[in-house]
């Protein structure tokens, strides 16, 4: 069998084989095209990398370390683990990476008005922080129940300046907010700019977000090289809509000695149906302008998810994992609620660094696998961002009142 | 001939725009769809198109939204329509049904399953919102299989060449999106409809159906200079919503505002 060329996709009109697509209201055709106008000119403009690259490096605080968690690594008792610290980003998390590159896009098609949707609100806040740095005008849609969880995060977007609407629709979670913002955009397409924060979405987005996701890629692949003259054995990241994954993945697709895992949220386990994990338990569908696994009932409508992880509570899943799946490139696999908190309480005591639940998922997972290999092995796994946002719902699930 | 190519034949030998109103399929009440159909009907409506209910319906404002929550609290499904659809050709074999609504349901129920039980029910047409002509092919060859027609928007940011596009895949009607936002928006302007009505024709051969906030009889009568059908969809379900649950008021209510816009027309 021939070798895969992985930078095939997506194709001109934005499939990743079956998958991906633009599968939008016709109102929004146009504005897609535009944005797929620009930023297929983007992609390759030396001005705006720099721009990207300088906002990166000074704004954002990159490069990140490769972090060696040495005792996380003798507790597993296997394989060296290293960590890619993207909680150390401005923000706290891998999200700034994207709303940055997207900002510039907004700036150069000169829109002024920039709208997103979050779940735990790190989205909503690296997409805040960016609009007031650009000095642009920032709408924030975020599920009502979301809003109750995640109140901090509420306040550093309003500190920010951008506006937070509540959405009551549905489930009133991630998923409405992003049918809301998708509403919004369709009523302002002319100034507004739509600033999707994961690899989902109709093309051109989950092809941008992954190639402004890449930088973490790409940075690991020089960093292992410098610390173990070699690729790793293993990638391992956390996946709700997967651009943390898919940032990680993608500039090692093509190197086959690298095995990888992507680790969605079993939340109270697959065979209780109370989860998220669209790739292990969903089937192909198609919401939010592409095609891909979501999470449905027999009738085709949409199921509410469970996680104990907000950023990973939604029923799709971004359309390029849905083909690595079929690929049998990556590999896709599970993390319970439980084992994600056993987890995050491992990062804390072994290593002084205390993970958001999100990429808990991806620890937990990597310190299992680890126990399995032998010490000459290598994992890397994206630490995508950190927990100050999750002490409240741990200490919760712990009786603790703070 | 088909049912819908008939209607606006005899529509236009009458110079009469046609009045399309828009319900979704359970609300209020699943046992309600089929009655409201032929009330429908009676009060002068010539296309029904009937919402197929789904949890994340993008494309709507709030009251179109709520009508798909209610009807999915009620247990209404993509088979349960069809079976309306069914239960409404019983007593009537002349007024095209059109199927609006979004893919994924169509996805899971697979795209030959769909279109063989769509045209055994009895429909006409098939108008899938987030479904643009670029990612249309394998369902509307599937539905042209079958003797059904399948529907796309025109937008007003549809460009030239899309238009083409359209054209080639569309079949039935166009349904002319009147404003850039979600159904049941307030900032319709009129003339900015006609004009681009009117350069739709130049481009488009099917008849041209204006929908998307036209809340009033007014509104509809200006919209019926240019358009060969006005749709109807937020401003009923907001009647229907206040009539109440008694089945024979509720009735009432939609036939005498149906009978108004008729009126006005």
Excluded at chain 2, 155 to 163: F, G, N, Y
Excluded at chain 2, 201 to 221: D, E, S, Y
Excluded at chain 2, 236 to 243: E, N, P, S
Aim: proline share 4%.
């Amino acid at each position: 069998m021939s070798k895969t060329d992985y930078t095939q996709f997506p194709d001109q009109r934005g499939h990743f084989g079956p998958y991906g697509g633009q599968f939008v209201a016709e109102t929004l055709m146009k504005p897609l095209a535009e944005l797929q106008r620009v930023y297929a000119e983007c992609r390759s403009d030396p001005t705006f990398l720099k721009a990207f690259h300088e906002d990166l490096q000074y704004y954002v605080g990159r490069p990140t370390p490769l972090y060696y968690a040495e005792r996380l690594s003798a507790a597993a008792g296997g394989a060296k683990i290293y960590l890619k610290r993207e909680d150390l980003n401005h923000t706290g998390a891998h999200k700034i990476n994207n709303t940055v590159g997207q900002a510039l896009l907004a700036k150069r098609m000169g829109k002024t008005r920039i709208i997103a949707e979050t779940g735990a609100g790190q989205h909503g806040v690296a997409t805040a922080t960016i609009a007031a740095r650009l000095g642009l005008t920032c709408v924030v849609y975020m599920g009502a129940e979301d809003i109750k969880r995640q109140a901090s995060n509420v306040y550093r977007m309003k500190l920010l300046g951008a506006t937070v609407v509540p959405v009551t629709a549905g489930s009133q979670t991630l998923k409405d907010a992003l049918n809301e913002a998708m509403r919004d955009w369709v009523a302002h397409v002319d100034d507004t700019f739509y600033i999707i924060g994961t690899v989902a979405g109709p093309h051109p987005y989950p092809q941008m977000v992954r190639d402004f996701q890449s930088v973490i890629g790409q940075e690991v692949r020089e960093q292992i090289l410098k610390a173990e003259q070699r690729l790793p054995d293993h990638l391992v990241a956390c996946i709700g809509g997967g651009s943390n994954a898919m940032g990680l993945f993608y500039p090692f697709l093509g190197d086959e000695s690298v095995a990888m895992t992507g680790v969605e949220a079993g939340g109270e386990g697959l065979e209780t149906g109370h989860h998220a994990a669209s790739l292990s338990g969903g089937r192909v569908g198609v919401l939010h302008g592409n095609r891909t696994y979501v999470l449905c009932d027999a009738d085709g409508q949409i199921t509410e998810t469970h996680s104990i992880s907000a950023g990973l509570d939604y029923p799709g899943v971004g359309p390029e994992h849905a083909l690595l799946k079929d690929l049998h490139r990556v590999q896709y696999t599970t993390i319970t609620d439980e084992q994600a908190l056993q987890g995050f309480h491992d990062l804390c005591h072994l290593e002084g660094i205390i993970p958001a639940l999100e990429s808990s998922h991806a620890i937990a997972f990597a310190k299992n696998l680890a126990a399995t290999l032998s010490k000459q092995k290598i994992i890397v796994v994206n630490l995508s961002g950190r927990g100050d946002k999750d002490i409240h719902t741990v200490a919760k699930i712990e009786g603790i009142t703070i | 001939m088909n049912r819908i190519k008939q209607t606006f034949l005899a529509l236009h030998e009458q110079k009469k725009p046609g009045l399309v109103p828009y319900i979704t399929a359970g609300d209020p009440q699943v046992s309600s769809t089929v009655p409201i159909m032929h009330a429908l009907v009676e009060a002068g409506a010539d296309v029904i198109e009937l919402g197929m209910p789904f949890s994340d319906p993008m494309a709507e404002g709030p009251v179109i939204q709520h009508a798909h929550e209610r009807a999915l609290a009620n247990g209404m499904t993509l088979q349960r329509v069809l079976d309306d659809v069914a239960m409404f050709r019983q007593d009537n074999d002349t007024t095209p049904v059109i199927l609006m609504g979004y893919l994924n349901p169509i996805e899971i129920m697979g795209y030959e399953n769909f279109a063989k039980a769509a045209a055994k029910a009895g429909a006409d047409g098939v108008l899938i919102v987030d479904m643009p002509p670029e990612e249309g092919d394998a369902l509307s060859a599937l539905l042209r299989q079958y003797q059904l027609d399948s529907i796309y928007l025109v937008a007003p940011t549809t460009s030239v060449e899309r238009l083409a596009r359209i054209k080639e895949l569309g079949t039935g009607y166009h349904y002319y999106v009147s404003l850039k936002g979600v159904t049941g928006s307030k900032q319709l302007n009129i003339e900015e409809v006609s004009n681009q009505v009117a350069m739709l024709r130049q481009h488009l051969k099917l008849p041209i159906c204006v929908g998307f906030g036209i809340n009033n009889a007014q509104t509809a009568k200006a919209i019926a200079q240019v358009a060969d059908g006005v749709v109807i969809g937020s401003a009923l379900i907001d009647k229907m919503r206040t009539a109440g649950t008694d089945q024979t008021s509720l009735l009432a209510e939609v036939k005498q505002f149906i009978h108004t816009i008729r009126e006005a027309l």
